[in-house]
């Protein structure tokens, strides 16, 4: 008896395990008050993120996703101009362009032993990287969050709950791709997602799709 | 405190004085009040100056006003604002939560408040809030840190005044970077308000209880600058140092080989934004832009530190 109930312990266990979702409980509307910045935040973010992410995040994504090669000839236009073509960002000047992208190429660089694991792609050929796709879990910048045109910063307490929400979309991100494993260095790699445009040589990308191989 | 009321009049009457001697050259297109915290931090400093410069620029006369980072002074200036018949209010506020009242007074009066560099509590009451992107500053300050740092060993953290919700988005920002690399370690983190010498004071006796440091990460420049000094004068220069705001004492440190980095927050055109937006609100009805707006941030260190001047990088 006892071995059984073991047993379905360890099946529920592992069947959480393997689903891989994380059950995020709606905040209690008067403990949120309460309990103020710090945990809650986080919570209430990652909801926030969970829920619009196949229905908001992902449809924005398509909708305005680029081919990497098209990108680049109308950044060597400017990034204004690039921008206004393809570009996603919160009103103002202070606000750099970010855009969704889909290309392929190889890879020629991997560091995968790392919390911000990352790969170096090569995507027009002249054997260099010129994108470093963000494997996680550590994905910097808030490239996502900037992207998102229902997402506004004025509706949002502060700085640092919004700073929760770009991390939890990133979360999102990091949670959808598979981290590719083993030798890598040398394969095809296809890739959708998200960066914010800095350096036009080095795209920093945030994926949401990569396919491996070939 | 009858001194420092006399003083607070008499620097009220000078600031009346001046004002109403630029009236004489203003094209009359109103007042812009300029409220900021005390300009001993050149950071400040340079969001009154780049301020008032645009809004004389613009045609406005202007009150530049010093809160001192007490709410209760910062309610008094509203109210003369108010008095004076202000057509617009610039501020640096002294409390995300205590600022609420006096903007939503000012408001009611029928005159609109921009707030630069530091948020409110709530959206809704100021027409614009244009913020540096501090989360995004801290995480570039910190990707600095852990390099310089080489990925490992004992460090220190400075925080900001707790009031201020930029004192906490920083620390946040460093923490989600840092904390990454199980090899740094945190040995203590105190809070020296803002202050350079509060960072003094805390530097050396964190030192004292932990000579095993190999870094300091600071909330912002002027704690950077107590932190260094202590460290100066303990003969351990060889504690990797970065700040955060991009100041000229730093820039010159940063030359000299002291403190490794700071995080340049745009603070002067930050200033003039917001008195380009308060024009083109008194004279259309809107600015055109969202209420709530970030800035990003740019990493200084030993490669770029020639071109900073006042909170501005020369291209």
């Not at chain 1, 509307?29 to 209430?44: C, F, I, N």
């Not at chain 2, 923490?175 to 740094?184: E, F, G, M, R, S």
Request: charged share 25%.
């Amino acid at each position: 008896m006892r071995d059984v109930l073991k047993l379905s312990v360890l099946c529920l266990v592992a069947g959480i395990a393997v689903t891989g979702c994380k059950i995020v409980p709606d905040p209690d509307p008067a403990e949120t008050e309460s309990s103020g910045a710090g945990q809650s935040d986080e919570t209430r973010m990652e909801a926030f993120a969970q829920e619009n992410w196949e229905t908001k995040v992902l449809p924005v994504i398509q909708e305005n996703l680029v081919p990497v090669d098209d990108l680049r000839t109308a950044l060597a236009t400017g990034a204004d101009a690039a921008g206004e073509k393809y570009g996603l960002r919160p009103k103002g000047e202070a606000n750099p362009w970010n855009f969704a992208v889909s290309g392929q190429g190889k890879i020629i660089e991997a560091k995968l032993d790392s919390r911000a694991a990352k790969l170096g792609v090569d995507t027009s050929g002249d054997g260099a990287a010129d994108v470093t796709v963000q494997l996680g879990p550590v994905i910097r910048g808030t490239a996502l969050r900037d992207a998102m045109p229902f997402i506004d910063f004025t509706d949002f307490r502060d700085q640092i709950e919004f700073a929760k929400l770009a991390t939890a979309l990133n979360g999102m991100a990091h949670a959808s791709i598979s981290k590719p494993e083993g030798d890598v260095i040398g394969q095809d790699l296809r890739f959708e997602g998200v960066f914010t445009l800095r350096d036009p040589a080095m795209i920093e990308l945030v994926p949401v799709m990569l396919e491996i191989g070939g | 405190m009858t001194i420092t009321r006399r003083i607070f009049v008499s620097s009220l009457a000078v600031a009346t004085a001046l004002s109403v001697s630029f009236a004489a050259h203003a094209q009359d297109k109103g007042l812009i009040a300029i409220i900021t915290p005390s300009h001993d931090n050149p950071f400040f400093k340079a969001e009154a100056v780049g301020a008032e410069k645009r809004a004389q620029e613009l045609g406005y006369e202007t009150l530049v006003l010093v809160h001192d980072d007490d709410p209760n002074k910062q309610s008094e200036m509203y109210d003369t604002a108010i008095a004076r018949g202000a057509n617009a209010i610039i501020l640096d506020n002294a409390g995300a939560d205590a600022t609420v009242a006096p903007v939503q007074r000012a408001k009611d009066a029928g005159i609109p408040s921009f707030l630069i560099d530091r948020e409110i509590k709530e959206s809704g009451i100021a027409v614009s809030q244009i913020v540096s992107n501090n989360y995004q500053g801290a995480q570039l300050g910190a990707e600095k840190f852990v390099e310089l740092m080489g990925e490992e060993g004992n460090y220190v953290e400075l925080l900001g005044r707790e009031s201020d919700t930029n004192a906490g988005i920083r620390s946040s920002g460093y923490h989600d970077i840092i904390d990454q690399y199980p090899d740094l370690n945190m040995v203590a983190q105190q809070s020296a308000n803002w202050s350079q010498t509060e960072a003094y004071g805390k530097m050396e006796s964190i030192l004292q209880a932990n000579p095993d440091i190999k870094g300091v990460i600071s909330g912002n420049d002027t704690m950077a600058m107590g932190a260094w000094a202590a460290l100066e004068a303990a003969g351990r220069t060889d504690v990797i140092v970065v700040g955060f705001d991009g100041s000229n004492d730093v820039r010159d440190s940063i030359k000299a080989g002291g403190i490794k980095a700071t995080v340049l927050q745009p603070a002067y055109r930050q200033a003039q934004l917001a008195v380009e937006q308060a024009d083109q609100y008194l004279t259309t009805g809107s600015t055109g832009q969202d209420e709530k707006q970030l800035m990003d941030c740019v990493l200084i260190d030993e490669t770029n530190a020639d071109k900073l001047e006042t909170f501005a990088l020369s291209e």
